[in-house]
Every structure is written in C-alpha cells, then in structure tokens.
C-alpha cells in the first residue's frame, strides 16, 4: 500500500518539476535546469519521451524473455507474461513514437523526417503490430503461445542492429548521434546534477510503474484462462 | 546427405508443376512493368531506381517464397517429414531450396531491371556483387523462417509480409544503401561498415533459425 502512494506521489513530483523548472543560464537554486545548447526549452521531454522509449525496450526484452522461458519448460504463465509486456511495450511505443513525433516538430521543423532513431521506433512498432497479427492468426493456445515466441526471438535479435547499433553510428538529427557535436552531450550527461538526478528519478518511477501494471495485466490473463477452461469445462 | 535428397525432392515436384517458377517470373514481369507504367515518360534519379530495385525484390520474394512450406502443409505431407528427418534436415534441404530460387530469382530482377532502365547504371561491379550475395542469402534465410512460421500458422497469406517486412529492414535498409554506393562508384573500403551490418545479419539469422527450427516444426 504505502510503496503506491510513495510512486504516486513520486511521479506527481517528477511531472511538475520536469514541467515546471525553469531553464535558465546559469542555475544557481537547487530547482534550475541549465541550457542545453540546441535543445533549450525543448529539452525538458527528456524526463517523458525518453522512460517511454526506454520502457518500449525494456517490454520488448521481457517479451522476447518469456519466450525463450516458454520454449524451455512449456508454461503457458510464461506465455501470459510475454503477452502482458508486448501489450504494454505496444502501448509505450505508440507514447514515444507520438511525444518525439510532437518534439520533432518543434525542435527539427516537422513531425516525420525519417530519422534514424525515427526509423527505428518505427520498426518497432511493425514488430509489435506483426507480433499481434500473429497471435490473432492462430486459433490453438499452445501453437500460438510457441509461434509468438519464436517470433519475438527472432525479431528481438535483428532489433539492436537498429535500436544500439545504428543510431550512434549513422549521422542524424536526433541527440546523441554519430555527428551531434551541440546536442550531443544529453547522452553523455551535460545535464547538471538536480536536472540529472530528476531525470533517473523519472525513469526508475515509470519503471515501477511499468512492472506494476505488468504485474496486474498478466495475472489477469492467467485468472482469465483459468475462468474460461472451468466455463467451457461446465 | 539427407538434406541434400530433401532439395532434389522439392526440385522434383517442382519441375512437375512449375508453379512457383511461373508465377514468380510473372510476378516479376508485371511488378517491373507496374513500375514502368506509374514512372511513364518521366525521368527518374538515379537513387529512386536503386531503391525501386529492392522493392521489385521485396515483394517478388515474398510472393514466391512462402511456398516452401505451405505446400507441404497444404499436401498434408508435414508429418512424413516430421517423422523420416530431424528439424535441422529438413531445414537445410528448405533453405537451400529457397535460396537457388531467390539467386534466379534475382539474377532475372536484375538482367531486366538493367535492360529497362537507363538510370540503373553500377559503377563499382565487384561491390554490387558482393551486395547482391550476401544480401540474397540474408533474404533466403529470414523469409524461409518466416515461411515455416506462417505454414504453422495456417497459411495465411497477407500474414507473410506483414511478419517478414520487420526482420527483413535491416537487410534492405542497408543493401538499398550498398547498392547507392555501387551506384556511385564508391570505393570498396568506404562501404566496409555496411558490408559488415550485412554479414552480421546473415550470420546471425542462420544461427538464429537453425536454433529456433526445432521450436517452429515440433508440433
């Protein structure tokens, strides 16, 4: 009960001060975020766009994990809790795609401009789409739950090639990037220490929150089965 | 050796009927002249006909390439198999089906697509061929997985590329880049780090596929 109310209250004080804090020239109060060159104001999505693209990932990794885990002991829960991370690692996707469509617009001029890490988001998102159009395909659970599974592999594989690899060594627009020398250093932490330390707080708090619905959404999955084969059982 | 009796197995029936053949050189035809027609009289860049050139490849391979598998679904004859070889035989005997179809396959794409196209000049010949191989070996093995997911999955037809489009970026990202380079005359050395995102793909979806058959064809 009481770690709810601390998240709560953890990511109400995260929004307002990833908001809220001015960014101002020379930070002098402990509530100043400095000016990144390039960036500005615009920099402030930082403490959202980014927990989202991190947990797209981090869904897409537990998705391809409870399918490896799945093909060892054939544990349908494990295929519930491949599908509850790829159904929030949809839903995060979709965020990132549309909070660095919307920050695009203001910082590089318009909303798509084909990007690396746009590219790559975007692939992503194909992948999850296939991954559920695979899914509805199949009538059988067990046949579904060992497709998907293999299909997750195989997509989570080939991914880095696009998601680590080619961003930092193909030049783009987007922050950290192979030729970023103004913006670049977001990645190598040119923040200064309060903007740093809101921003690990933002991500460890959408993290827990990640898990959280986690959790809830493939229990429900299992009680679910569990209530369709005593019903159809009679 | 089995896999190898596999293969002539396939050619064999294939022969019979020539029915992925036929409709795979159709579908070249019409998906070059569909590209002919939509550009007209119109003079198109250089780049536009490099990238055009894998869309023919694309969409050819991923008519033509399913059959594999689906076929000895819709034969009923997966079970045969499942019983006289083991996943890795029948793997094998598939892959290097799929991959003489995808050379041929190609090779044609590629005498037409010279022939039709003023633009579709390759400065750098040895670098195109090396493109050409390794990237048709990429596209052999990701669509042959991809096809026994799918014969799997009953056959679904739209299914194919909408599952195969998400692995296969990679590799045409990257050849439609490599084949610029050829293109434009780049020296071999500055297209290194493409070449070598290529042959990473490659090695790690053969891997990847021997390793993750077995899951695909035990019921």
Redesign the interface.
């Known amino acids: 009960m009481w770690w709810k109310i601390g998240l709560f209250l953890l990511i109400s004080f995260v929004s307002v001060a990833g908001i809220a804090f001015p960014i101002v020239e020379k930070p002098s109060a402990w509530y100043e975020f400095p000016i990144i060159v390039g960036l500005e104001e615009n920099a402030k999505i930082i403490f959202f766009h980014v927990p989202t693209a991190w947990l797209t990932v981090i869904a897409f990794f537990m998705t391809a994990f409870y399918g490896v885990k799945f ?1 060892r002991k054939r544990n349908l829960d494990d295929d519930a809790k491949s599908y509850a991370a790829a159904q929030l690692g949809m839903v995060f996707c979709i965020l990132a795609t549309i909070t660095g469509a919307v920050w695009a617009k203001f910082a590089w001029g318009s909303f798509w401009s084909w990007d690396p890490r746009q ?1 790559s988001i975007f ?1 992503l998102l ?2 999850y ?2 991954w559920f ?2 899914r509805s ?3 059988s659970e067990d ?1 579904k739950a ?2 998907s ?3 997750a ?3 989570f ?2 991914v880095p ?2 998601i680590f ?2 961003p930092r ?1 193909m030049t783009g627009l987007h922050p950290g990037s192979a030729d970023d020398t103004t913006a670049g250093p977001v990645i190598n932490f040119k923040m200064n220490s309060n903007m740093l330390l809101i921003f690990f707080l933002s991500l460890a708090a959408f993290t827990i929150l990640y898990f959280w619905i986690w959790n809830i959404g493939y229990k429900s999955i299992i009680y679910k089965d569990k209530i369709n084969k005593l019903l159809t059982r009679g | 050796m089995k896999s190898y009796a596999l293969f002539q197995k396939d050619i064999n029936s294939e022969l019979r009927t020539r029915y992925a053949v036929n409709s795979l050189a159709m579908f070249v035809i019409v998906a070059i002249s569909v590209i002919l027609f939509s550009i007209g009289n119109e003079k198109i860049s250089e780049n536009l006909t490099g990238g055009l050139y894998w869309v023919v490849i694309f969409f050819s391979a991923m008519s033509g390439l399913a059959r594999a598998f689906v076929s000895e679904e819709e034969r009923g004859t997966t079970l045969t198999l499942q019983l006289i070889a083991s996943p890795s035989t029948v793997f094998t005997g598939k892959l290097i089906f799929n991959l003489i179809l995808v050379f041929a396959m190609n090779s044609v794409i590629t005498l037409l697509y010279a022939a039709l196209f003023d633009e579709f000049v390759i400065k750098n010949f040895l670098l195109f061929f090396i493109t050409f191989v390794v990237g048709n070996i990429g596209l052999a093995v990701s669509s042959t997985v991809i096809a026994a997911i799918i014969a799997k999955a009953g056959s679904k037809g739209t299914l194919y590329p909408v599952l195969s489009f998400p692995i296969l970026l990679p590799l045409i990202l990257t050849s439609v880049q490599l084949t610029l380079f050829a293109m434009d005359g780049t020296r071999f050395g500055e297209a290194i780090f493409e070449l070598a995102i290529i042959v990473c793909y490659d090695i790690i979806m053969i891997s990847a596929s021997y390793m993750l058959f077995d899951f695909i064809w035990k019921d």
């Open positions: 093909l590219t692939a194909l992948i789409g296939a159009a695979l395909a199949i009538e046949k060992s497709l599974a293999v299909y592999i195989i997509a594989i080939t090639f696009f690899i080619m060594l």
